[in-house]
């Protein structure tokens, strides 16, 4: 049997947006059979989603959506290229819908949009009942009733929708490697207990579901990991075999790399068990994998082995969290780093004066921030003195809006009540969600698929 191509157009929600266009020429130009896969969710986006959704019923799926597919829907379905993407998050249907009308903008008549259903458990499982996943047991379940609970799903339904001739299926959440699992299910027809081919597929997908980072853009280091024109970083192609050989290549005429570091980070990318990485389709063994560099940008993959997929699946049940702000003001010049620093002391002494609960933080951006502890302590000992240009931040959480509003309001207020020489400053307000994830018994999960518009199943 021909081997199957799986072209990668996106790796997370907000990923560039014509890089898809070149893996869908390159597809288009190897003439085989050829999928591609939309990469965009994960648990805060599915968060944001949520949030969308309950401000608008008809939102809540991937906000580029029309932006990614608007240029190369019609080449996809000319040539005979499904698509397959979790962009449908929290509102799978409403992203169905969205599609619809660009492809009616587009002359596409009579298109076959497939919705993979079964992920959103909210009204169907007793969350209380449920063990929380060990990843997160120092979290407590959230306050109030949860707001929306969706497990992650395997490749079934997808393999289903494909197999019946689907040109887009569009899922809510399932695993990520699922969206490469269930397009090489229904293009060699393996069996569902076939552990090894499952493994295979499964690797695929993790290599792929990333985008760029297994091709050099997020590998990229300057002086120790140097790649060629990251700017035009192109997106990778798995060449997947009927033996679970896999072949790592990307677009054609684009940058970046692919060698065997590339494919190695990726591949140990969250893998926290290489013996034992658990997908809802196979438990993935990448423990004897071997990975060779056979041409320019052509690795191949071999050796993944896979043993019986786990008893229960792994949900993200969200609640709605405190709000959030943050404020931001800058200092430059002499003596900037000392003045930053007491602003963020005065933000401190300001914040005492609340009565309301409230967690903050402090950070100068440039200086001490990502490598910071989260206990709203600077150090004593910052290397301030030859600080010149430097942006101080305040990030509040709290249960009532005004809290954080007040808090937020002091830095609008170091303005004149000095420090000397701050300026740009910026504030923002939003509520967020926490997510607390659960495991499932795999049988109270109905898992089936759908058209919604195009055609009838």
């Excluded at 959230?142 to 992650?152: R, S």
Aim: charged share 20%.
């Amino acid at each position: 049997m021909r081997s199957l191509l799986i072209g990668c157009g996106a790796g997370f929600s907000g990923d560039r947006i014509d890089a898809a266009q070149a893996v869908v020429r390159t597809l288009i130009a190897r003439g085989q059979p050829a999928v591609l896969i939309f990469e965009m969710l994960a648990e805060r986006t599915l968060a944001l989603g949520q949030l969308a959704k309950n401000q608008n019923p008809e939102l809540g799926y991937e906000p580029l959506l029309q932006d990614v597919l608007a240029p190369i829907l019609v080449d996809c379905v000319a040539h005979h290229i499904p698509i397959v993407s979790n962009f449908g998050a929290a509102n799978p249907v409403g992203a169905a819908k969205a599609i619809q009308a660009l492809a009616l903008e587009q002359n596409l008549a009579g298109l076959k949009i497939a919705v993979v259903e079964g992920d959103d458990i909210l009204e169907k499982v007793d969350i209380s009942n449920l063990q929380i996943w060990e990843g997160d047991r120092e979290l407590a379940a959230g306050a109030g009733a949860p707001i929306a609970a969706n497990v992650y799903l395997g490749a079934n339904a997808i393999s289903q929708a494909l197999a019946d001739g689907a040109h887009i299926v569009i899922t809510g959440r399932v695993a990520d490697p699922a969206l490469t699992v269930g397009p090489a299910m229904a293009h060699f027809n393996w069996d569902w207990q076939d552990w090894d081919q499952l493994a295979a597929a499964t690797l695929a997908g993790h290599l792929l579901e990333c985008g760029s980072q297994v091709t050099g853009g997020y590998f990229a280091d300057p002086g120790y990991k140097d790649v060629p024109d990251v700017a035009n970083v192109g997106f990778p192609i798995a060449e997947l075999f009927e033996d679970g050989r896999i072949i790592i290549g990307k677009a054609d005429s684009t940058g970046g790399t692919v060698n065997l570091m590339t494919v190695k980070e990726q591949m140990l990318y969250e893998i926290h068990d290489p013996a034992c990485y658990v997908t809802p389709d196979v438990i993935l063994d990448i423990s004897q994998v071997l990975v060779r560099q056979i041409g320019p940008d052509q690795v191949v993959v071999t050796g993944a082995r896979g043993a019986p997929r786990p008893d229960t699946l792994k949900a993200t049940v969200s609640f709605m969290g405190d709000w959030f702000g943050e404020g931001e003001i800058s200092y430059a010049g002499p003596n900037a780093g000392a003045r930053a620093r007491l602003a963020a002391d005065i933000l401190g002494e300001r914040a005492k004066l609340l009565d309301e609960p409230c967690r903050f933080r402090r950070d100068l951006l440039g200086v001490v921030s990502v490598l910071d502890s989260d206990t709203a302590v600077l150090r004593d000992s910052l290397p301030l003195e030859q600080v010149t240009d430097v942006r101080l931040r305040l990030a509040v959480n709290a249960p009532a809006r005004a809290t954080v509003e007040r808090l937020l309001h002091e830095v609008n207020a170091l303005y004149c009540c000095g420090p000397a020489g701050g300026g740009g400053v910026r504030t923002s307000v939003k509520s967020s969600v926490r997510t607390v994830s659960y495991l499932v018994p795999r049988e109270l999960v109905q898992e089936g698929w759908r058209y919604v518009v195009g055609a009838s199943s």
